[in-house]
């Protein structure tokens, strides 16, 4: 009955090939991505249509004779800091400096010694060489189809050997190594090759650069950039380059862990480093400094390290509960009735904060480490208090201290970090299980997230003068930061919520039983799991965020985009009849270029990170 | 015990399907008569649900004839739904629609496909479910039922179409072993009712009970083919021996 | 048991380590900070208000207005209410546009994602990636600058003269217009659509019974055609109805405002009565009352409060209160004017006019004919359409790709066609997932098309912001503002949620 099939040899002979031939060639792929029925081929045409006059359109009109691109070569430094002195600037670069330096740490810290397939390099080198080709096609002169092109036959024919070059060095480098296993290059390489891709790219670069000759005729020819813009980012680039090699060194030596420890608290440091010491430049009067303020800072570190001792004494839990309950009350007491201002009282704030939350995390062993840690978050809070309250050694005024990109950046970062703690807490309170907290947080989200933005900063802009004491001026910025903070707290709360939510009960459950405090529970075991889950939709939210400030134009602060609408289209020549006036859409266009090579950058990394954190999968 | 009719109502010549360029099928040829209850077993990967998917076309195959109760399956559309409504399919994810009821899920091929007025569809509905033993929970939504439930709430919704021939896709490989036998049962009434049947399945003992034929796959291929019996008890094919050694 | 509670009663826990009073004692205090904050910032608003400029009133809605709009169904508002009303009429007229035309093309960007045709795929993730990731406004003002680059308008201005003009004045054309009998006509159009919905009610039920098809589309769609081209002759029958919409006028004008104020107040306190009931009913256990905790406590007395507040506001706000009278009055007053028309067709064909002036004709405008697009209105159009048009398209790829294979390939294996399966299975499956954030996207077009003050376009924002510096105040305008946008939100979330809640799908 029983009936045998093959034996041994035939089931481990090799199996066939499919009928139809696989072997992808290139039209075989056509045939079957673009042509595999009627339907699709009209597709395909109707795109490609599409796609061709768009392509020529935009190259039309970055290459015609209309624009002035001057506007935007010529205005660079406008755009990117606008009003801050050009004798200053060497504060700017060290601010970019500091950036880089942090920056080429971290790439050391995550993944520093990650491998890139390079077969997946070669793959992206084809595609580029192949676009290259079809752009150069499609807005150079073609013969037949047009003959009249944005792109100069030299420009096209360069182009083309270019694209072909890359996707033959490719195609060269995919054929010798077919037979070997899978080849990789490592994250070092790699970074290398672009910094000197990038220096190389800086220096041939050429961009249209205004000239008024003697009759004052406007006339755009090609020029190299300026040196002083060669040689800074230049030195960027080494340095990013430098302190990923330093970080390698130190990643071999202490391991990861430590230099990523060291990078969070770096970054975080880094802002109000950049924004208030470096950039504002405080002239600090060191006189009162010597005499007064230093006093005070003794005074409260050493005053606050016996407080600490005593709140956080784990055999009397009572009294230091009523101990902290005492700062809070005279925290609140320097407002009134006392009306004590200045360091004392913001000093006194951060006490009183301090002293809440420290006996939760102080045990008998860690009495050393919570000390230190006092004496640190003084001196730091005293130092940025004193910087912040003192006058700007620069001679400019408030309105354009900052501007254009720098303080795009800065306002939204600035805005989310401010508003990440409140969003935390708006968070908290609306999973809270008291009424009132949860009304609280409901009502502060539903009405911010109910009215638009633009709303907010008009409201910010015009009303915010009413609500404080007569007397007390707030320039644009920081009222609309203000405007920001509360605004975006909002959206962040939702987002921290998700991942609060995501938190199972069982997390809280245990904590619970191991006799954790409510308080601990939250802030040790809830928090950093939620706060993990809902990295994703964070950076969503500083993508949209980034986008966002744009809106401050609107109420007349001087970012990117009102540079680029009103600055710029209004500048003039003097003793000339030349202007950018009417300069508005090649300005846009490159405002909205800077824009979209930042919030795509983001939105790829947080894919990545998404896939690496495998939140998106569940 | 019922004995398999005459008639061959599947017949499959020299089948080989490719997924990309990897093949999967091989070359498979066989017949099955009216009321043969068929099992496929074997290793993981080695095509036994391809060809049964290739059997209704869920998989198209590129070599050879799939013969269907005398239709032969082609990229003809028609040809294609006609048999589709004549061979009935369980899958192993149950593959229930979530968003209707257990009720509307088992009418819906009848009504739209077969034209059946609905009072009538489901009344024979609520008779298949009695059948397979849930009618209580007709008005429920199936992902509230247990995982046993809903892959007999599976099995009436293919009933439902009248099927000449009812395809199984190993159906009872994700639930849990308490729920295995109230599916197994199911299949054993039907099978016992002179179903034709083309089972993929693990469990041994289901093949034992009711086959008339059992088929083992390896690498694309029909290795050996026999009544339980004699298959358990004396496998010739030396993977077939190693396959068994493993699951027995 | 006795026992127990004795026990209880010995060992009972000091005030200040009672979890219950700790809860109110935080909570309270915690109000307490926040009223003071209130407090304090509306303290300062006092202090600055005196000999200042902007009284806090809205009185300013019934007041004349004394200025000029751009744009809207009147550019000369006799009230500072009716000018806000051009804003709002304005806003909503871009936000539904901008709905229709992003969720038509995002479909389309949706699918093109999926396509197998990889150009079509390409293309459609460039333009989502391309759109999405630069700033609205940036978008909008490159609209406008691009639409300042076309032509400037002369009597024989292009591409179509007489059916379709674009200049740097803005975009007219050819389309159906409502005319005299329109709002009669409209009656018919409603009867159209509730009939069609008892026809297909009804062939679905004989199909259900027969089983055979039964057309229930066709059916409804040419019973709504019927009735509404019916509509379109003899629209005047509904005349007489202008009695009714007259009385109704003279109803609201001659109605008190104390009288609809104690109306609306009395409206809050049932409301919150009628809460309050519910929520003990909703405790009660089949035994009797349940014993209430204090969270329940709070629960009943903050629903109370909330009533209380509502009736007595309304009171205080008798300005609001007035302008509300005024518009029911103007609505039917409106209504009865219109009904007034004679026979003729409520809806034609209309093209656009251009009004020449000047001695050589040198100064042309648009005049009334056809559909005119303001160069301001296409700017936020245009652009909140494309920004949306990018997030729908993703929210529809990532619905379709949500339903799971098997759900095909049980679809197929039963003999479902592949329209039957995807009318059937598929998009029923995925429109659960698409529709919420769908309906977000929707109300973020709605809440962008206040970026319109950046364009010069008059919504609800533009038009307030001019109400503030003529004749209104800030502070009452941003009360408004927020109000218009919050109700807005609201009602919007609250659809969205109950789409949700119909449509989830059940499970254990």
Known sequence: MTSLGPTESVLDAERESPPQKVAIGAFDWMRKHLFSSVFNTTLTVIALLIAVFVTRGIAGFIFGDRPKWGSVTENMRLYMTFGYPPEQIFRVWLSVGIVFALFGLTLAAWGGGNRVSANRLASSVTKLGGTLVALALVTGPFPILWDDAPLSLRAEIIMVVIGFALGGLAMFHKARTEEQPERTISRTGILAGSVVFFIAFIWLLQV????????????????????????????????????????????????????????????LFSYPLIVFVILRAPDIDWNQFWTRDIWIVLGFVVGGGLLLLLVADPERPERGRILSLGTVVLAIAMFWPLSIGGLPRNLMIVTA???????????????????????????????????????????????????????????????????????????????????????????????????????????AIG???????????LDKVIRVLVAFTIFWAAYLAENIRGGLQAVGKGQTEAAEALGMTAFQTTTLIVLPQALRLVIPPIVGQ??????????????????????????????????????????????????????????????????RLEEKLGVGKR | MKQPGAKDIIIAEDVKVWFDDFQALRGVTTTVKEQEVVVLIGPSGSGKSTFIRALNRLEKHQAGRVIIDGIELTDETENIEAIRSEVGMVFQQFNLYPHLTVLENITLAPIWVRKTARAAAEDQAIALLERVGIPEQATKYPLQLSGGQQQRVAIARSLAMDPKIMLFDEPTSALDPEMISEVLDVMVELAQSGMTMVVVTHEMQFARAVADRVVFMDAGFFLEEGNPEEFFRNAQHPRSKEFLSHIL | MTAKTRDADTTRVPLWRNVTVLKWLAQIATVAVVVLLFMWLFGNFSANQEGGTSPFSFRFLNEPAGFQLGEGFTLTPESGAQALMVGIVNTFKVALLGILMATLLGVIVGISRLSSNWLVAKFATSYVEFLRNIPLLVQMVFWLALLTLLGKLTADTGPIPGFLITSSKGVAFAFVVPAEGFFQWLLFVVAGIVAARYVKRWRRRLRDETGNETHELSWALGTFVAIAGVGLAIHPLVGPLRHLWGALESFFVGLPVIVFQVVLAVVALLAAALWIRRFLASLRTPAGMAKLTDDDYYRIVFAGAVGVVGAVAVFMLDEVAQTLLNGAANVFGGLESAYHAAAGWPIVWSQPVLNIAGDQGQFVTYGDGGVVFTPAFLGVFIGVTLYTSAFIGEAVRAGILSVPKGQTEAGLASGLTRTQLLRLVVLPQAFRVIIPPVGNQYLNLAKNTSLGIAVGYLEIVGVGQILAAKIGSRASMAVIWMGFYLAMSLTFSAMINWYNRRSLIVER
Request: proline share 5%.
């Open chain 1, 542 to 607: 500083v993508i949209t965020s980034f986008k966002d400030t744009s809106l401050v134009a609107i109420v007349g602060v001087f970012e990117l985009l009102n540079i680029a609408i009103r600055s710029i289209p209004a500048q003039t020549v003097p003793t000339s009849n030349f202007t950018f006036i009417g300069t508005v859409s090649e300005n846009l266009l490159f405002v909205a270029m800077v824009y979209w090579v930042f919030t795509y950058t983001m939105s790829r990394s947080s894919l």
């Open chain 1, 353 to 459: 904060i301090y002293m809440l939350v420290a006996p939760s995390f102080a045990a008998k062993g860690a009495m050393k480490r919570t000390l230190a840690n006092w004496v640190a978050v003084v001196l730091i809070a005293s130092f940025f208090m004193i910087a912040m309250d003192t006058e700007m050694i620069l001679q400019i005024s408030k309105e354009s201290f900052l501007g254009g990109l720098a303080l795009t950046i800065i306002l939204a970062l600035g805005a989310l970090g401010l508003a990440f703690p409140l969003a935390i807490l708006v968070a908290l309170g609306r999973q809270s299980r008291m009424p009132i907290f949860r009304q609280l947080s409901i009502g502060y989200v539903e009405l911010i997230r109910g009215v638009p933005l633009i709303v907010w900063l008009i409201m």
């Open chain 1, 208 to 267: 249209p650069t205004p000239m008024l000759d003697a009759d004052g005729v406007y006339s755009e020819p090609l020029a190299p950039l300026a040196t002083t813009t060669t040689w800074p980012w230049t030195l960027m680039a080494v340095i990013m380059m430098v302190f990923f090699l330093l970080g390698g060194v130190f990643v071999d030596r202490r391991g990861e862990e430590r230099l990523r420890s060291v990078l969070v608290a770096s970054w």
């Open chain 1, 463 to 473: 009303l915010f003068g009413f609500f404080v004491p007569t007397g007390v001026e």
